[in-house]
């Protein structure tokens, strides 16, 4: 059966994700097709537990769901036409009255910088009705930039709850911050998580573009936070147009002393002012350089955001800052280098020699970044196939991810991949599989083939029903 054209989001859909950080969605699957999706979940909780990861295959009907053109196209609008599904996923049961702490999810227990730019998103999916009193997930709108929590009580009046009919499902950038509420029918309830990342950079926009100019959406939920040069340096970013606040703003000393002396305040000011030093030119790339050698990690860290957009003036200062002697110094500017990716393809070579670099955390972040080169693609492909063998589980993890965003250039990282389906880390494994599909040479479809067949896992085999009917 031919699979329905992806339902792009609107204009003003894609504004309400870029400002909020998520959006509440419906898929249309009858009641029959829920009904018996719960009757399989139940039979599987019941008899053998979480299946965890293996949550997809075990439950074979829930692909239906990522095919429906409602969730295929609002992640092909956040993400791009070809998006890859992570092997980490998860089915959340909740019966208790309770309510969960607010939080972040991790990457897998591993520790990277995040994101502003959405290369990342999570979609929680309901497949029962979800009244507020069965413990919907509660979502904080706008706090996806935001590292510290900037609201202390459980409830707060702007929270999003992904409430609604069997169906439902949020569509969250993946750092927003979240929670569990209280069941207070204690009925079951399920939550279904699955992660996507973006393996392409945008060239024009991927979800229904009528108006080119950024506008606030009509629907802005983030009392939180107000960040109107990252939004609209957010939306021209996904439309296809690199660091384009660079340059637009005046270079006046005073004004550029002044943003400076607002990187080390509040979150929501700090982050406001580095984005507006990254307007103001070389005088404003020092000021964000001089941020990002701080001992403060927080000011480190926003500084690199602003440099992140702050256009090719920033790329010379930041290469030089990989040889500082501060592991966060260091970390923050390879991923604004990443940031910049084709701006920024003369540090390829500085930021080959960290691999070699005795701290996880950096190696980890330099092959991150390389994933955003496109050139000298021959070097990149070979410091990604070098990252595959490190000694660290999260540097050969994000290597292979990194992979996957070079095509059939990455053909020369075959066999290392190969390896890889091998390794002792069950991410390394999947995503060296996902990696040749993306590279999709002879030899990659042919390594993956032979590799799914000897893990083929069959859904319907359990303890009770080893080999019949």
């Not at 990277?112 to 009193?133: E, K, L």
């Not at 990252?230 to 270079?251: I, V, Y």
């Not at 955390?361 to 330099?366: C, E, F, H, P």
């Not at 955003?372 to 290597?399: H, I, K, Y």
């Amino acid at each position: 059966m031919q699979q329905k054209q992806p339902l792009l989001l609107t204009d003003e859909q894609m504004r309400e994700f870029i400002t909020n950080g998520c959006l509440i969605l419906k898929t249309d699957f009858s009641h029959a097709f829920h009904d018996n999706l719960l009757e399989q979940l139940n039979t599987v909780y019941a008899e053998e537990g979480n299946p965890g990861n293996n949550l997809l295959p075990r439950i074979r009907e829930l692909q239906k769901v990522f095919d429906h053109p409602v969730v295929t196209g609002a992640l092909t609008s956040v993400l791009g036409p070809n998006y890859m599904m992570h092997a980490h996923r998860h089915g959340h049961f909740n019966a208790l009255p309770t309510a969960g702490g607010w939080h972040k999810d991790s990457y897998w227990g591993y520790d990277r910088v995040r994101n502003h730019h959405p290369n990342w998103a999570m979609i929680m999916y309901f497949p029962q009705d979800t009244p507020v009193d069965l413990g919907p997930t509660g979502i904080m709108p706008g706090t996806q930039n935001h590292q510290k929590r900037a609201f202390e009580a459980n409830e707060h009046p702007a929270e999003v709850l992904a409430s609604g009919e069997a169906g439902t499902f949020a569509l969250i950038h993946y750092d927003i911050w979240h929670r569990s509420t209280p069941n207070i029918l204690g009925k079951p309830r399920y939550m279904l998580k699955f992660e996507f990342m973006r393996t392409e950079l945008p060239k024009q926009p991927s979800w229904n573009n009528q108006e080119r100019e950024w506008k606030k959406p009509a629907n802005l939920l983030a009392p939180l936070a107000a960040h109107d040069l990252m939004w609209e340096e957010t939306w021209n970013w996904l439309s296809g147009e690199l660091c384009s606040l660079a340059g637009t703003a005046s270079s006046d000393p005073q004004e550029v002393q002044e943003l400076a002396g607002k990187l080390s305040g509040d979150e929501t000011i700090a982050i406001n002012a580095a984005y507006d030093l990254a307007r103001r030119g070389q005088a404003g790339v020092n000021a964000l350089l001089d941020g990002l050698r701080s001992d403060d990690v927080h000011v480190s860290r926003i500084s690199a955001y602003g440099l992140a957009v702050a256009g090719s003036e920033a790329v010379d200062g930041l290469i030089a800052a990989l040889n500082n002697e501060n592991v966060n110094t260091v970390t923050h500017a390879v991923f604004a280098l990443g940031e910049l990716s084709g701006l920024a393809a003369k540090a390829v070579p500085a930021l080959t020699e960290l691999l070699d670099h005795p701290e996880d955390k950096i190696r980890s972040a330099v092959v991150d970044a390389l994933g955003f080169m496109n050139s000298p693609v021959e070097d990149v492909v070979a410091s990604l196939t070098r990252g595959l063998q490190d000694q660290n589980a999260q540097v050969r993890f994000m290597s292979s991810l990194s992979l996957s965003r070079m095509g059939a250039s990455a053909e020369p990282a075959v066999p290392q991949l190969e390896i890889a389906l091998d390794d002792e880390n069950r991410y390394v494994r999947a995503h060296a599989a996902e990696t040749l599909h993306y590279i999709g040479t002879d030899r990659a479809k042919n390594s993956l083939i032979r590799f799914l067949l000897n893990n083929r896992w069959c859904s319907t085999t359990t303890k009770a029903n080893a080999f019949y009917p």
